[in-house]
């Protein structure tokens, strides 16, 4: 690698801009109460649709972003993150009815889009013989993120400990985003970038694409829908699906995310005992038993079934693009900002039917046990994943490309 790049400080900007993307995810947890009925009057559908963007406008920078890190460099796709990250907040901070609260959400979820399509191939680049160990460590600041989120906004609005008005809290809740916002874009200044992997390798964009055709790739893009549906879709609307639960949803969030964080931080050793293929069934399998739990239980069982659930949704996100990174490693950029970009346009699916099945007076129990049955679909794809394609992939591949 070249001498004048230095990984430490590119990989600690690309974890801090990524804290921006999750504190927005846990802002709007709050925001979803404070432009609801009770507030400036929004229903849940409309709310669905207008924080929609948050996760369709990050599948949309993803996937044009994605190809476009190979021909215009990181850089400048970062830079676009750091703009559309500032116009975002603000758009927000000064939102009072659904238009506003729709485009300030939709540059935002471009900012947090374009920073994965830059960051998640710069560190399987930084790191080529960590990538799971290193996207997990990344990803640790998603979670990492919300927790820091979830408890800036329980004390900035439940708590209000700065006694203003409650407009003034959200506000200043939204403001403080503007600090790891400064921060990742002065360590991103000036700094130059590696050559992706795929440009590194040699391998032609025809071939990027045509990777994208790729059996495994396509069967994993399915799972790709249902396993980010699950995570988010689930800790966006937590404040709904909990608030007859006798707990404090933002809480919940936090101890779920918690968990999230510090099993990411140790991925290294787990992916060694378990392969990719293992972590991501045993992430259905705790998802699933999450869900049902966090559906039947009331008070301080909510938060043992908000820890089941952080334990399932942990290896999620970055082991799927892991898998991919390692396994269709001619993808590129690409592969990883469609599986990215899929997994954000189907919680911007599922976030408006939750919408929908709240406003229908359909308790948050219900709709926590119609959730459940995504990762229990996941349970039966990772089984035939781990049991029968991963070993019948190995067998018919090679020695020496396997090494």
Avoid at 22 to 39: H, I, P, Q
Avoid at 61 to 69: E, F, H, K, N, T
Avoid at 349 to 372: H, T
Wanted: net charge neutral; aromatic share 10%.
């Amino acid at each position: 690698m070249n001498e004048k790049i230095n990984p430490n400080r590119l990989f600690l900007a690309s974890c801090l801009a990524l804290v921006v993307t999750s504190m927005t995810f846990a802002f709007r947890a709050k925001l979803n109460v404070v432009f609801g009925a009770d507030g400036y009057g929004l229903s849940e559908k409309d709310m669905g649709l207008a924080f929609g963007p948050a996760f369709w406008g990050f599948t949309l920078a993803m996937v044009i972003g994605g190809p476009l890190v190979d021909a215009l460099g990181m850089r400048r796709i970062l830079f676009g993150a750091f703009i559309m990250h500032a116009i975002g907040i603000v758009v927000t901070i000064f939102a009072t009815e659904f238009y506003t609260l729709f485009f300030g959400t939709l540059a935002i979820g471009l900012g947090n889009g374009l920073v994965e399509a830059a960051c998640n191939p710069l560190v399987a680049t930084l790191y080529p013989d960590e990538k799971t160990k290193m996207l997990n460590r990344f990803h640790v600041w998603f979670p990492g993120g919300i927790v820091i989120g979830s408890l800036v906004a329980y004390f900035l609005v439940d708590l209000n400990i700065l006694n203003v008005g409650e407009n003034i809290s959200w506000q200043i809740m939204l403001g403080t985003l503007f600090i790891p916002l400064v921060i990742y874009g002065f360590l991103f200044l000036g700094q130059e970038m590696p050559k992706t992997e795929r440009v590194s390798m040699g391998v032609s964009t025809g071939d990027m694409w045509s990777s994208l055709a790729n059996p495994l790739f396509l069967f994993m893009a399915v799972c790709m829908l249902l396993t980010a549906s699950t995570e988010l879709g689930t800790n966006q609307n937590i404040e709904a699906l909990l608030k007859e639960a006798e707990a404090k949803p933002l809480l919940a969030l936090a101890l779920t995310s918690g968990v999230m964080a510090l099993g990411r931080a140790f991925a290294g050793p787990i992916a060694h005992r378990l392969s990719t293929s293992g972590m991501l069934l045993f992430s259905a399998v705790f998802s699933t038993l999450g869900l049902i739990g966090l559906s039947m239980a009331t008070g301080n069982m909510v938060y043992a079934a908000a820890i089941v659930f952080g334990v399932g949704i942990t290896f999620f996100w970055p082991t799927m693009l892991s898998f991919v990174s390692e396994e269709i490693p001619k993808s590129g950029a690409l592969g990883l900002s469609v599986m990215g970009g899929l997994g954000m346009f189907a919680t911007s699916l599922v976030l408006p039917i939750m919408g929908v099945f709240l406003d229908e007076n359909m308790s948050g129990a219900q709709v926590l046990q119609r959730m459940a049955f995504l990762p229990a679909v996941l349970i039966v794809a990772f089984l035939l994943l781990h049991f029968v394609i991963m070993p019948g992939r190995k067998k018919n591949t090679p020695e020496k490309e396997l090494v």
